[in-house]
Structure formats: structure tokens, C-alpha cells
């Protein structure tokens, strides 16, 4: 869709959803918000985290919902690399950057008002406190914008609703000690502000709150439950250069860079389980559908953890031979440059050898891994080939067994623990020569286009 288009759309769903609610509808303040959102949300850095991504979580959710998915990624920013002078103007009398930090002001410094009390009591922030990347920062600025933005069509009480949906939005929170999960915390603080803020809402209209926010968080996550594993890895590759902007320099990124990418993403895979992925809260989602997104998650998890695993350790040997050459290579010297539709280019992968008898899979991951490594994903990346040449060389060589061990070298390679000599001379004879084989045969062939 084009930004255009986006626009529109998002217009069209604010308005709508306004209405719904018997606000007041200001179409030129809505326009101008809704021109405001895609700009940032079609930033350079912005790959998965974009006008698709809100109007897929809004849809099929009544108006809080849809307001709320349109507000809730807007700020971003480790993604964004800082939060854009067009949005800042609607939070900065409320925070301060201090050094890389942001933070939120103490009075009297602080002019506070009766909406930035509320979100920051409906996220269980106080004064001073230093905001964190993964602990709220990004999905508290983005409910306070929304909330100031849409404080003269709107109610606080809404404003509230829908502040306590962008909070759910923030993502994979495990049960603390004492049994109570982010939702009861979520139900606490809506009581609490009921109160001081004289909502005049009932316990089952607050619980009828939190469900809808559990509604929410779940959709914006649901990716991770995709019945398609190919799917799933491939919203995974998007989300991969948001937090590593060197991979937009196509054919110039180093292996390095790559391979610090693939490491961090298998790391996050590792720390992930279906219980903090998806929520449940008093029957919402149902106990049959939340079972089976619990169980699709674990597929999911356990086909990516194979997946970035196996990749992680074919670059680890490519990380070490290219050491051989420089300590900055980028990933293109040793591999070859990305196809182009319209000419030819010489990769790495057409001189590496058939396996005449390749190694079975031995479970039914195996061979989905297997079958992702070597026809490739579903979708094209701009920074990176469907398939994986080396990763399925190495497997049908040595099998996913073997390529386990060395996952685990290859993590003390990256530690410092193992040298790239090391790491090299513990792979397997045959694997490593024809990979080093395969890399002269590239550069011989760059040598010979140069001699023509």
C-alpha cells in the first residue's frame, strides 16, 4: 500500500472509530495526527513495525482496539535511533534525555496535568524514573501521545481504556514470584485510578477492560503463532534489521554484523516461551484457542531455535575463515553478492558439492529446518537470500547432531574463548575444505572477470 493510501486509511479508522465512541470528531486535527503517524512508522529503519503491522493488530477489534493498535508502536526508539521533532512536541514537557536515557521530569520541573497522571498511574511509572527499552518506554510515550493527541475528541475515561491497551502491548512479561501476571497488575492500577479519577466503572467493567487489552497484546503478537513456520521466520527476518541498521547497506554489511544479528535473534528465541508470548485473563481468549496458541508458539520456537541455531554456526565458520583475510570482511567477499533480477551474479553456493548421501533428519523439525535452509523461505529479504547454501551443506554433511556441537564451539569462538584457528580445526575435515575451496573458486572467478 502507499503512504498515501496508509494516510487515508488511517484517517478513515481514527474517524470511524471516534465516532463510534460519540467523540468529537475534528477532521483536520485527525488528518493532521493520522499524516503523523505514517511518516514515522515508514521511517528508513522501520521493517516490520510499519502501517501493516498496526492495521493488522486493529483489525477485527472494536474502536479502543483499533485506536489503540494505530498508537501503539509509534514510538521507537531503539528502532528509530531517537523519537522525531514532529512527535517529541506532544511528550517533551513531560521528559528529559539524560545522557542515552530518557527520563521522566520531577517537579517542579514537571508540569504535570490530569492525563500524563493517569498514564503514568495506568503504567505503574513515577517521577524521575529513568524509562527502559524493553521495560515500557517505547509503549508508555506512544499512550501518551495518542492520549494528548485525542484529549479534546475523547473522554478521559476512554482515553483511559485505551491507554490500558497500549500497555498490554508491552511484551513478553513472565509471572512474577507471587502468582500475579502483568494483567492483574493491569486491573490493579485501572482500580486505582477509577477512584482518583471517579471513572464510576464497576470490578466487571474493569475486568471487561483488561480483557479487551488481552485481546490486543495477543493480536500484535500472533505472528508467533503462525500455522507456517515460514511464515513466522519470515516476519522474523524483517524484524532482524530494525535493531541492526548496517544491514541496509546491501552487499556491504560484514560478516561480523551479519552474524552478531543471527546471534542476537537465536538468543531472543532461547529466552522466549508460548506462556509469556501469549496471554490469558478470566476466559479471555478462551481455554481451546489459548492452548492452541501455546502449542503452535512452541512449534514455532522450536523450528526457529533449529533454524537461527544452524545458521549461527555456518557463519561462525565463515566469521572464522574470513579472519584469514581482514578482521572487518563483509559478508558479500565471502558469499557473493545478493541475486539481482537483472543479471547474473556468482555466489558462493555454485561451487560448493552435491551431497550424494546426505545425513537424515532424525524428527519432524529437522527435516522442516532442513527443508527451510535449503529451498528457502517464503518471502525475499532486501538484506539477505531466501535460502541458506552453507547451513544446508554443512547439515547434509554432517547432520543437525554434529552442527549442535559446533553451535556450541562456535559460541565460544564469539566469547573469545576459541580461536578462529580453533574453531576451524574442530570442524569437520571434509565440511571446512570444501568451504574454503568453494570461497577460492568465488574469488577466482572475480579474478578472471578482472583479466578479461
Keep these: 500500500m502507499s503512504t498515501a493510501k496508509d494516510k487515508q486509511k488511517c484517517l478513515d479508522c481514527l474517524t470511524q472509530a471516534i465516532t463510534d465512541l460519540n467523540g468529537q470528531v475534528d477532521i483536520e486535527q485527525l488528518t493532521k495526527i493520522s499524516n503523523l503517524i505514517i511518516q514515522t512508522m515508514t521511517g528508513p529503519w522501520r521493517s516490520f513495525h510499519t502501517p501493516n503491522h498496526i492495521f493488522e493488530v486493529g483489525e477485527g477489534g472494536d474502536?479502543?482496539?483499533?485506536?489503540?493498535?494505530?498508537?501503539?508502536?509509534?514510538?521507537?526508539?531503539?528502532?528509530?535511533?531517537?523519537?522525531?521533532?514532529?512527535?517529541?512536541?506532544?511528550?517533551?514537557?513531560?521528559?528529559?534525555?539524560?545522557?542515552?536515557?530518557?527520563?521522566?521530569?520531577?517537579?517542579?520541573?514537571?508540569?504535570?496535568?490530569?492525563?500524563?497522571?493517569?498514564?503514568?498511574?495506568?503504567?505503574?511509572?513515577?517521577?524521575?524514573?529513568?524509562?527502559?527499552?524493553?521495560s515500557g518506554q517505547n509503549e508508555f510515550l506512544s499512550a501518551l501521545i495518542a492520549v494528548k493527541a485525542l484529549e479534546n475528541m475523547l473522554p478521559l475515561a476512554i482515553l483511559a481504556e485505551i491507554s490500558a491497551c497500549i500497555e498490554a502491548t508491552i511484551p513478553f512479561r513472565?509471572?512474577?514470584?507471587?502468582?500475579?501476571?502483568?494483567?492483574?497488575?493491569l486491573f490493579g492500577r485501572l482500580v486505582n485510578a477509577n477512584e482518583i479519577f471517579h471513572f464510576d466503572w464497576g470490578d466487571q467493567k474493569i475486568a471487561e477492560i483488561v480483557k479487551r487489552a488481552v485481546r490486543l497484546s495477543n493480536r500484535d503478537v500472533e505472528n508467533f503463532a503462525s500455522t507456517n513456520s515460514s511464515r513466522f521466520l519470515n516476519n522474523t527476518w524483517n524484524l532482524i534489521p530494525e535493531t541492526n541498521?548496517?544491514?541496509?547497506?546491501?552487499?556491504?554489511?560484514?560478516?561480523?554484523?551479519?552474524?552478531?544479528?543471527?546471534?542476537?535473534?537465536?538468543?531472543?528465541?532461547?529466552?522466549?516461551?508460548?506462556?509469556?508470548?501469549?496471554?490469558?485473563y478470566r476466559n479471555e481468549p478462551n481455554e481451546e484457542d489459548?492452548?492452541?496458541?501455546?502449542?503452535?508458539?512452541?512449534?514455532?520456537?522450536?523450528?526457529?531455535?533449529?533454524?537461527?541455531?544452524?545458521?549461527?554456526?555456518s557463519i561462525a565458520i565463515l566469521e572464522a575463515l574470513s579472519f584469514r583475510i581482514g578482521r572487518d570482511i563483509s559478508l558479500s567477499t565471502m558469499m557473493g553478492e545478493l541475486p539481482l533480477e537483472d543479471r547474473p551474479v556468482v555466489g558462493l553456493e555454485q561451487f560448493l558439492p552435491e551431497i550424494v548421501i546426505p545425513q537424515k533428519p532424525s524428527s519432524p523439525v529437522e527435516a522442516e529446518v532442513l527443508e527451510l535452509l535449503d529451498k528457502g523461505r517464503?518471502?525475499?529479504?532486501s538484506y539477505d537470500v531466501k535460502n541458506s547454501p552453507v547451513a544446508t551443506f554443512m547439515v547434509k554433511s554432517i547432520g543437525f547432531t554434529e552442527m549442535q556441537r559446533m553451535l556450541d564451539l562456535s559460541k565460544e569462538f564469539f566469547k573469545g574463548n576459541l580461536t578462529s584457528e580453533e574453531l576451524m580445526a574442530s570442524c569437520d575435515p571434509y565440511v571446512m575444505s570444501m568451504i574454503k575451496n568453494a570461497v577460492l573458486q568465488l574469488f577466482d572467478s572475480r579474478k578472471a572477470a578482472l583479466s578479461q
Design 63 to 134: 474502536a479502543i482496539e483499533v485506536i489503540s493498535a494505530i498508537f501503539h508502536d509509534l514510538v521507537y526508539v531503539q528502532v528509530d535511533q531517537g523519537i522525531s521533532v514532529n512527535i517529541s512536541r506532544y511528550i517533551s514537557p513531560y521528559i528529559k534525555q539524560d545522557r542515552e536515557q530518557l527520563v521522566i521530569l520531577d517537579p517542579p520541573e514537571l508540569q504535570e496535568d490530569m492525563i500524563f497522571r493517569m498514564v503514568t498511574m495506568l503504567f505503574g511509572f513515577e517521577h524521575g524514573q529513568p524509562l527502559l527499552p524493553m
Design 174 to 185: 513472565p509471572q512474577l514470584d507471587s502468582g500475579l501476571t502483568c494483567s492483574d497488575l
Design 245 to 280: 541498521h548496517d544491514l541496509k547497506n546491501v552487499n556491504s554489511y560484514s560478516v561480523h554484523g551479519y552474524r552478531v544479528s543471527i546471534q542476537k535473534m537465536e538468543g531472543f528465541m532461547n529466552f522466549l516461551s508460548p506462556e509469556i508470548v501469549f496471554r490469558r
Design 290 to 313: 489459548y492452548y492452541k496458541l501455546l502449542a503452535q508458539t512452541k512449534q514455532n520456537l522450536e523450528v526457529a531455535r533449529l533454524y537461527l541455531g544452524t545458521k549461527l554456526t
Design 378 to 381: 517464503t518471502v525475499d529479504s
